[in-house]
Nanobody, 119 residues
């Protein structure tokens, strides 16, 4: 299994930007789908976006469309979530996850990084 470590979270004012990073170790992630998820207090975890092994963004949640984007860097074995025009409702614990080829679920998860957006 791949190990994932997120970073880049923090406290930001509404309208601000953050870039979250997810660095993988244990194996290359260049050939697998990566995803970003978030979970706010008292709410279920939701999918924010997914990016294929080729760098195609295959899913982006309506709630973040036009504000968030995903990217990946195979040389650094990492994926990123760029978040612009942040809103208080974006406050959550953000996770990255890996889905192996042929798998239905995301099987490897990071520990998460907290994003807090103040109004």
């Amino acid at each position: 299994q791949v190990q994932l470590v997120e970073s880049g979270g923090g406290l930001v004012q509404a309208g601000g930007s953050l870039r979250l990073s997810c660095v993988a170790s244990g194996r290359t992630i260049s050939s697998i789908t990566m995803g970003w998820f978030r979970q706010a207090p008292g709410k279920e975890r939701e999918s924010v976006g997914r990016i294929s092994w080729s760098g195609e963004i295959t899913y982006i949640a309506d709630s973040v469309k036009g504000r968030f984007t995903l990217s990946r860097d195979s040389a650094k074995n990492a994926v990123y979530l760029r978040m612009n025009s942040l809103k208080p409702e974006d406050t959550a614990l953000y996770y990255c996850a890996a889905r192996e080829r042929g798998a239905y679920d995301f099987g490897s998860w990071g520990q998460g990084t907290q994003v807090t957006v103040s109004s």
